[in-house]
C-alpha cells in the first residue's frame, strides 16, 4: 500500500499528523492549523480529522492514568474511542479546549495507527 508524501497532504491533514505524532491531547492541533481554520469553528475540523481515522492513519483516544513499574503515576493515550462515537465526541465543545482542570486525564489524545507511522513526514 503507498501513502502520499507529508507534503500532499493538507496543511489541516499534517496539523493533525503532528498532533498525533506528539500524541498532544486534542486541543494542541489549534497550534499547528493555519488561516482560516485556525480561527473557524471545531465543527469545521471534524471531516478532515474523521477522513484521517478512516484511512487508518490516527486512533482518537482517551488520556488514561498509567504507573511505570517503580510506581511513578503517569498518562497514557487509551483504547481508541470507536469510531461509531466520534461525530457526537468530536461535537462536544470542550474536547476541542484545554482543562481547566491542569490534568488531561479524560481528554481527548490522537496517536498514529502502524499505517500512519509509516507515512512520510
Given at each position: 500500500?503507498s501513502?502520499?508524501a507529508?507534503d ?10 503532528i498532533?498525533?505524532?506528539?500524541i498532544?491531547?486534542?486541543p ?5 492549523l ?9 465543527s469545521?475540523l471534524v471531516?478532515i480529522?474523521l477522513?484521517l481515522v478512516d484511512?487508518?492513519?490516527?486512533e482518537?483516544c482517551?488520556?488514561?492514568p498509567?504507573?511505570?513499574?517503580d510506581?511513578?503515576?503517569g498518562?497514557q493515550?487509551?483504547l ?9 465526541v468530536?461535537?462536544?465543545?470542550e474536547?476541542?479546549e484545554?482543562?481547566?482542570?491542569g490534568?488531561?486525564l479524560g481528554?481527548?489524545?490522537l496517536?498514529l495507527?502502524?499505517?500512519?507511522q509509516?507515512?512520510p513526514?
Amino acid at each position: 500500500m503507498s501513502y502520499p508524501a507529508t507534503d500532499q497532504l493538507s496543511s489541516a491533514e499534517r496539523a493533525f499528523m503532528i498532533n498525533a505524532t506528539e500524541i498532544d491531547i486534542l486541543p494542541g492541533v489549534w497550534g499547528d492549523l493555519d488561516e482560516p481554520l485556525v480561527s473557524g469553528p471545531a465543527s469545521a475540523l471534524v471531516p478532515i480529522l474523521l477522513s484521517l481515522v478512516d484511512r487508518g492513519w490516527i486512533e482518537v483516544c482517551r488520556v488514561v492514568p498509567w504507573t511505570a513499574e517503580d510506581g511513578t503515576v503517569g498518562e497514557q493515550p487509551g483504547l481508541p474511542v470507536p469510531r461509531q462515537d466520534l461525530p457526537a465526541v468530536l461535537a462536544e465543545a470542550e474536547n476541542w479546549e484545554y482543562p481547566s482542570s491542569g490534568t488531561w486525564l479524560g481528554c481527548l489524545t490522537l496517536t498514529l495507527t502502524e499505517a500512519g507511522q509509516r507515512i512520510p513526514r
